[in-house]
Structure formats: C-alpha cells, structure tokens
C-alpha cells in the first residue's frame, strides 16, 4: 500500500508549501543530479560505450510493450513483495552494484546502505564500492545484501573476497561476466578520466589482506608497455588524490608509496578476460552462498548456467556500458526466461526508470530487477534521504501501477497484461 501513502504524504506536504527535492521524473532526476556532480563524474556515472546505442536502445525497449490494464479484480489489498533466496523483499527491485559512488557523494555507498536499511531494499554491494564491504555490512545487520564479484586474474583474491562477502551476511554472490574489460566509453575517454587511477573505487582492495600481500610481490598480470606520466601538476595532484584515498594515513602512505603501488597493482590485476565456464567451478567449490551471473544475454548462456548449478541469472548489458549496439536487455529476457524454464529466478537490470518498467520486466517473467543510475542521482542530490525518496518512489510508482492494472501481488503479473506497441 505503498503507493497511496507516499502520494498521500507528497500531496499533504505541498499544502505547506513542501516540494519533493528529488525529482521523480527519470529525465528530471538526471538533470538535477547533473548539475551537483563535476563534470568528469557525471560522465562517469552517465555515460555509455561507443555512441551509446545500447544505453538508448535498452529504454526503448520498454517503450515496445503497452501495458493493458484489467478493472474490477479488488486491488484493495496489494502485496508487491518478492521472495529472492529465502529472503522476502518488499518491492520487486534491488540496487545494482555502482562502483566509485564517492563520485555522487563523500559518504557514497554507506548512504546508499542507510537508505537501504530505511527501506528494507536488497543492497548489492559492488567490488569497485568506496567503502569497504564490512562497514557497509555493519550498517545493514538483517537488512538483505549481496556481493558482486569481479573475477581477478588473482585466485586467491577472488576466493579472500568471497570469504569475506559470506562472513558479512551477503546472501548471494553476482559475479559480473560483461566487464572482463573496461568498454569504449566515449565520454570518459574524451574527458581521459577513469576514477580507479586516482585511487578511487578500490576500497575492496585496499581493505583486502591477500590484495596488500600482493602490494608487495612482483606483478601478475601479462606484460603490457606502462607509460609512466610525466611530472605535471597534474600528475602531483592526482598522486595526492590517491595517496589521501589508501587507507593508512597521508603521510605513512606518501612515505611508503603504497597508494600508488595500489593504483597498479589493481589495474594489473582487476579483471580477467580468459575467464570460462570452467573458472566459475572455483567459486562454486569455496562458497555455499548462491551465485548470480550478471551479464546474461543470450539464451544458451542461461541454459548453460542452470546446468552448472548456478543459482540465479541477471539479463542486463551493464546499463549500456560496455558494448555499443549490444541487444536491450527487456528484447532478450523472453529468450532467457524461456532457457531458463523457471529452474532459477531470471533478474534483469538497464534502463529500467519507473513503475512501469518493472511491470513490464516481470510480466515477461523477471523476478525482480535492479536499478542503477536512479538512485546514485539521488544519492548526488541529497545522499542518503536522496537515494530513499528515489526508492520510495519506485516503491509506490510500482504498487500503483500493478493496482491500477489490476494486479494485487507481484506474483500475478503475467504476459497477458502487456501487447506488443503497434
Ligand atoms: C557508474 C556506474 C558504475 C557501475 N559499477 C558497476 C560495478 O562495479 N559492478 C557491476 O557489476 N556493475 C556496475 N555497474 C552496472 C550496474 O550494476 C547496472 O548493471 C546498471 O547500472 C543498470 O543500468 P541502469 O543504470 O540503466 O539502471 C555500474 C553502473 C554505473 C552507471
């Protein structure tokens, strides 16, 4: 009953003169955030690959399919909660994992876990997070949240964050398979600004105990040419920057050099493109936690995950990050939710903007859905008040939505409620 109550309360406050700060338009929401953010970090956070077609492409794929709603099916009483893993969640949505939220606000991710504890929502926290995953956990005690897992070319990191993700209640583990490298990112690539190398978004690392042993090894990655940069004011800056970012203490870490050796030990070894079928056996075999492959797009992917015992599939192209002119993720949920054949739950995530949205999703048989960019604008606007009211309001968007079309739980909604647009 979401819905009415957050409407109500909206209405109620404007006879006092109160506006929502948050914009609730998706269009509205990334303007406001926009002019909050630097430059570079709203690109960052904005951005597509190439000349972001996809990232166009996954929102006109909602515009596809009409909803038609149905009348008098008493939707007095409505339940929008959905069950993930043992774990009930009040409204059919979780929050992706964004790495380098402190790009939004300095508070980054631990705002985002308060306004997820506020609200009940599923957190997933991402391994290029600002914040490390044991304070995050610390801030959510019941409330659910989930690791995401990039696969490093470094074993015994992959297996130390696993360990870790499982000591702090994450109840499954997504293992990101679209980003074994960064994609064409246009904007930042103009703008030649990727935040990692300036010591941000590595807090999982640098929390890390097997990573800080390799701080100190020879390197592990394939031999590539490393230019070193020139000594520009520039360069002093950003040596700042990340020696400010490594947690230590600025002077102990200018001395030791260990931010920047941080800096490129992680490049080296962040993300492993050689990664198989055969590698996730790994994880599977050091972890009872299940896990979730985020990335899926193609059928036979998602047939082949249920046979190798994974637990959960999420459709989604990064949000339009990583390869221009990739397929929409709502054009290849049928596919994979036929693959699937109701064997594991199907998630999906990108561009998903409304209540509306995650109808649609679920009618064509997701089980829940993630967003991104929403709440980090919401995050950039007004921290951790920003990232609820962005929440509530899909909350209660939602709820109204599945009512109005005459839907009472989650459960119900199915692909007759949506035609084809003509
Ligand atoms: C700034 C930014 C950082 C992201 N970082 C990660 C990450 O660290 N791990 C990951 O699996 N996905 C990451 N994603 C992808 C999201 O998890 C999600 O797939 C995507 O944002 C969904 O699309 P939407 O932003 O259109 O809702 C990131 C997305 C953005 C916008």
């Not at 709603?69 to 409204?91: I, N, Y």
């Not at 400010?244 to 493109?273: C, H, M, N, Q, W």
Request: hydrophobic letters at 45%.
């Amino acid at each position: 009953m979401i819905g009415v109550r957050r409407q109500t309360q909206i209405y109620l406050d404007g006879v006092s003169g109160r506006r929502p700060h948050v914009p609730l338009d998706a269009v509205r929401l990334e303007t406001a955030a926009e002019r909050c953010m630097r430059p570079e970090a709203f690109a960052y956070v904005a951005a597509g690959a190439g000349n972001e077609r996809t990232l166009a492409a996954n929102r006109a794929a909602f515009d596809r399919w009409r909803i038609v709603p149905r009348t008098l099916r008493d939707v007095e009483r409505r339940d929008t909660s959905v069950e993930l893993f043992g774990q009930r969640l009040p409204s059919p949505f979780l929050l992706a994992p964004v790495g380098v939220l402190e790009l939004a606000h300095p508070e980054a991710d631990c705002a985002v876990a308060r306004a997820a504890r506020d609200t009940g929502t599923a957190m997933v926290f991402s391994n290029q997070a600002s914040k490390p995953m044991e304070g995050l956990a610390r801030i959510l005690e019941d409330s659910p949240h989930w690791f995401q897992l990039y696969w490093s070319r470094s074993d015994a990191l992959v297996e130390s964050l696993a360990t870790r993700a499982e000591r702090c209640g994450c109840r499954a583990i997504v293992v990101t398979l679209d980003t074994t490298m960064l994609g064409w990112r246009s904007r930042d690539l103009e703008g030649a600004y990727l935040p990692f190398l300036r010591g941000k978004g590595i807090a999982q690392y640098t929390s890390d105990p097997v990573f800080t042993q390799l701080l100190g090894e020879e390197r592990v990655g394939p031999d590539e040419p490393q230019p070193q940069p020139r000594p520009t004011l520039a360069a002093l800056r950003t040596l700042i920057e990340l020696t400010r970012a490594y947690p230590d203490g600025f002077v102990r870490t200018l001395r030791s050099g260990r931010g920047r050796a941080a800096v490129k030990r992680f490049a080296e070894i962040y993300s492993r493109p050689s990664l198989t079928w055969e590698t996730l056996a790994f994880l599977r075999e050091r972890t009872s936690v299940p896990i979730v492959l985020k990335g899926i797009l193609h059928a036979d992917d998602a047939a082949r995950a249920v046979e190798e015992g994974i637990d959960g599939v999420i459709v989604s192209n990064h949000g339009g990050r990583q390869v221009d002119g990739a397929i929409a993720t709502l054009e290849a949920l049928p596919a994979v939710v036929q693959a699937v054949g109701g064997r594991i739950p199907v998630l999906l995530d990108s561009g998903v903007r409304g209540g509306a949205d995650v109808f649609k999703a679920l009618a064509l048989g997701a089980r829940a859905v993630l967003i991104g960019r929403p709440y980090v604008y919401g995050l950039a606007i007004a921290g951790r008040a920003g990232v609820r009211e962005v929440i509530e309001n899909l909350a209660a968007d939602f709820d109204l939505t599945m009512g109005l079309a005459g839907c009472s739980s989650a459960s119900e909604i199915g692909p007759g409620a949506l035609v084809p647009t003509p």
